[in-house]
């Protein structure tokens, strides 16, 4: 969690903590979320859990009931599939701008975090940091403030630092980000898009996998 200088911010970071374990089955359906104990455990007052439950309640991962307190709402099997669905899409058109646009140096910043990618996969760390910072290279690359604006909104209904989590990820995130990396040493923005589509409804599927090893879902018919 961040510091005390950076507590203007907790809310955010305490809702994208609590968002991605309810995303990657952490935390089940109808889980009571007991703010004593969230701030217990994130080293925090309670005030920001509360401003973070509350923001989350308006996004539809948590409900709210009088005596009972805040639950974790239901997560569908289509909600996932949905927002990797419309992520793929705009995930694509950014990569497709940006191989038209990119230049030597920016490539090389791709490929210098592609080899962290590599490293951490083989002397079994995360490849999670590697990724997102990829990932944000590309959309500063495509200069399409908007889309990348949208993109971010779906991004927050799929998981990004529990991914690690998620069995075959990180050879997963290190074949799909070199394919995407040759379309773009290649200025192909349709392979590019190909590419990037690829690896976010890949992503979505093993996410999906996940969560049904997990328990969730077992009784949808």
Request: aromatic share 6%.
């Amino acid at each position: 969690m961040p510091s005390a200088a950076h507590r203007a911010q907790l809310p955010d970071e305490i809702g994208t903590w609590i968002r991605e374990r309810i995303l990657t089955g952490g935390l089940a359906t109808g889980a009571h979320l007991h703010l004593e104990r969230l701030a217990e455990e994130l080293g925090v007052s309670v005030t920001p859990v509360r401003e973070a439950l509350l923001a989350l309640r308006g996004e539809g991962f948590v409900e709210f009931q009088p005596r009972r307190g805040f639950t974790v709402a239901a997560l569908s099997r289509r909600d996932v599939e949905d927002t990797h669905r419309l992520q793929a899409t705009l995930a694509g058109e950014l990569v497709a701008r940006a191989a038209r646009r990119i230049t030597p140096a920016q490539l090389s910043r791709l490929e210098s975090l592609h080899a962290q990618m590599v490293r951490a996969r083989t002397h079994g760390g995360g490849v999670d940091d590697a990724v997102l910072r990829f990932h944000r290279e590309v959309n500063q690359i495509a200069e399409s403030a908007k889309l990348a604006w949208f993109l971010g909104i779906t991004a927050r209904y799929a998981p990004s630092r529990f991914v690690a989590d998620v069995s075959g990820w990180p050879e997963m995130a290190v074949a799909d980000h070199g394919e995407i990396l040759d379309a773009l040493r290649s200025h192909d923005s349709y392979a590019a898009r190909i590419a990037m589509h690829k690896h976010v409804t890949h992503t979505g599927r093993l996410l999906i996998h996940h969560l049904e090893q997990r328990g969730m879902w077992r009784d949808d018919r």
